[in-house]
């Protein structure tokens, strides 16, 4: 198997996986919600726009479609354990590693409040005398 890597801009390179011109490529995402639902439905066949590899599985669909219309979050819980788990059956990603932030913040600070983005305005940051 013969591999060429090359970078490109995040435009271009975002371009290229948008219309599938590609044999294998990275992809970051970070959740913007604390629900499995911000990566699960990554992989939706109808999810054109973020679908880059066109993952596509009947059952997946149903089983994310249904646990996402539960309303008892128990059973969501599990209808999207399922979901999740027939997805990562078929491989449809390779989890090369995990984004980390590491801020050093003295414990005197307010107004810093630690998520996911790593956004940290700093017109909510004090620092009392």
């Known amino acids: 198997m013969r591999t060429d890597v ?4 995040y435009n271009v390179h975002y371009g290229d996986l948008g219309i599938g011109d590609f044999d294998a490529a990275r992809a ?7 629900d499995p639902m911000a990566v699960l439905e990554l992989f939706l066949s109808d999810n054109e726009r973020f679908n880059y590899g066109a993952f596509a599985d009947k059952e997946f669909d149903r ?3 249904a646990a996402n219309g539960q309303a008892n979050p128990r059973e969501r819980a599990i209808g999207l354990y399922r979901a999740h788990r027939r997805a990562i059956s078929q491989y449809p ?11 050093l913040v003295a414990p005197t600070v307010t107004g810093w409040v630690d998520n996911v983005k790593d ?3 700093s017109r909510f940051l004090n620092l009392p005398n």
Do not use: C, E, Q
């Not at 970051?28 to 604390?34: S, V, Y």
């Open 6 to 9: 090359y970078g490109s801009h």
């Open 28 to 34: 970051g995402w970070i959740a913007d919600i604390d």
């Open 63 to 65: 089983l994310l479609k």
């Open 93 to 103: 990603v390779v989890p090369l590693y995990n984004h980390a932030s590491r801020n």
């Open 119 to 121: 956004i940290h305005p």
